[in-house]
């Protein structure tokens, strides 16, 4: 096995050691190792108490970043390194936290206290490496396992759930039959989490390789903190564009997007308001007239009580909105939906489309991708050719406008809206001699108006 550790890591090891103690690289970098993924952040973990690890580095900045479970961090180089002494966590009143922690010498009882026995394993030159839960032959196999009983790990720290599920959908490996089992089980500890910590974790797992398969193998525990998608499982969409269940067509359309956070929340979401929105015709086929509209409200509801960001919120449920627009081939309906979306968000809208068609039946699919991608070519073809279709491309702003004699503030803002929507219709040129002449007209007809309205 080739393990190679950076050499500031190594110089910090040293010093432990230098200073007779035990150090270590642990957990996360190890198994990313392990998999020949370069690690973000090297973990250390020794037999040396906090105040022996400040001694140990009384040359170098120091601070608490954790006292009260044995964590210290040495900043070397501009980089900060996390220092933590062996450790027994004690009961977990809250499904999260230790009430309290007691410091041991042994690596052992460390690695025993960790989730995942891909997580529990540690390493140093000289010892090589310490993995008494073989860690090592899961991950060459696959499989995510937890250390000694499932239901005591997930009892201790219920994030630990959505942990598993993140690992295993993010590195595509399997979760083994007891701990899977026990995920299930105890699913309902997750009520007891913040929303933060389960938002943080379960977009990565959204964004994993196999995320299609955690979400339907899960599906009842990701319905813990997200109830509103219980509707979709199992629900027979009876139509004729759809050879999956909801549900199954909402988990196919997030694997057939790119994982980025936006777009797979926004396809996990996008028909949520599906059932809300069912009528029925005479031919026994489902139709939801208006269910985008639905869907983006309950997700904006459900983005908010998960603690996503303002801007977050936004982008997705602007996609959500707009997930079942349908192009007809004139460039004037982009424009205009480039002018209410932004440019941005219309090719990340393409994008959405794509997934959406191909998690459904083949029934008019290949008519359907043909306008999304007739729609991207007119779109492209609007940007190259930087197309007026925003008050800012328009060739007048509110100062013209105000100079041709239209002074009321509303009637400066109805004035350019009027111009940017005879330009987009192709009624006029958008040439600033052309729009002040017009705008002189309009400012004439306002006042004719205003006379008239007096008498």
């Known amino acids: 096995m080739k393990f190679i550790i950076p050499k500031d890591v190594k110089y910090v090891l040293n010093i432990l050691s230098s200073n ?30 906090p105040d022996e690890i400040k001694n140990a580095f009384k040359d170098f900045y120091t601070f608490d970043s954790g006292i009260k479970h044995g964590t210290i961090s040495v900043i070397f180089n501009k980089e900060v390194y996390e220092i933590t002494t062996y450790r027994i966590d004690g009961s977990y009143a809250d499904n999260r936290h230790p009430e309290k922690v007691t410091f041991t010498n042994s690596i052992i009882m460390d690695l025993s206290r960790r989730d995942f026995t891909i997580n529990a394993i540690a390493y140093n030159e000289y010892v090589g490496l ?27 720290d219920a994030l630990r759930i959505i942990r598993a ?3 295993a959908s993010t590195y595509g490996f399997d979760i083994e039959k007891e701990t899977s089992e026990a995920i299930i089980r105890n699913r309902k ?8 910590r389960i938002n943080i974790e379960f977009t990565k797992l959204i964004c994993g390789i196999d995320a299609e398969n955690i979400l339907n193998k899960f599906r009842d525990v990701v319905a813990v903190f997200i109830p509103e998608l219980s509707v979709e ?32 929340i926004a396809m ?27 869907s983006a409200e309950m997700s904006r509801v ?79 073809n609007i940007i190259e050719n930087e197309q007026c279709f925003s008050l800012k491309q328009l060739a007048v702003n509110g100062s013209d406008v105000i100079a041709v004699g239209i002074k009321n503030g509303r009637l400066i803002g109805d004035t350019l809206r009027k111009l940017l929507d005879m330009v987009i219709n192709d009624e006029i040129e958008n040439d600033r001699t052309l729009l002040l002449e017009k705008a002189k007209e309009i400012a004439g007809n306002n006042y004719n108006q205003t006379q008239s309205d007096v008498k």
């Open 268 to 294: 996990l979401l996008h028909d949520i308001g599906k059932p809300q929105c069912k009528t029925t015709d005479e031919k026994g086929e489902s139709h939801f007239i208006g269910h985008p509209t639905v």
């Open 130 to 156: 310490v993995d008494p839960f073989d860690g090592q032959a899961d991950i060459i196999n696959r499989k995510i396992r937890c250390v000694n009983n499932p239901d005591k790990r997930f009892s201790e």
């Open 189 to 196: 500890l997750l009520n007891n989490i913040a929303a933060e």
């Open 302 to 380: 459900i983005l908010r009580r998960l603690k996503y960001s303002s801007n977050f919120i936004d982008e997705c449920v602007c996609l959500i909105r707009n997930h079942d627009v349908r192009y007809s081939g004139s460039p004037r309906q982009l424009k205009r939906l480039l002018e209410k979306i932004g440019e941005s968000r219309t090719e990340k809208l393409f994008k959405i489309f794509r997934a959406d068609i191909m998690a459904q039946s083949d029934y008019e699919k290949q008519n359907k991708l043909s306008l999304v991608d007739l729609a991207e070519k007119d779109f492209h």
């Open 165 to 167: 599920m993140r690992f």
């Open 20 to 49: 007779g103690f035990e150090a270590f690289v642990v957990g996360g970098c190890v198994r990313d190792a392990l998999l020949d993924i370069t690690p973000h952040d090297w973990d250390i973990c020794t037999d040396a108490r």
């Open 233 to 264: 499982f199992d629900y027979n969409q009876k139509s004729g564009h759809h050879n999956l269940d909801l549900w199954h067509h909402t988990t196919r359309s997030v694997n057939l997007i790119e994982p980025d956070s936006v777009l797979r």
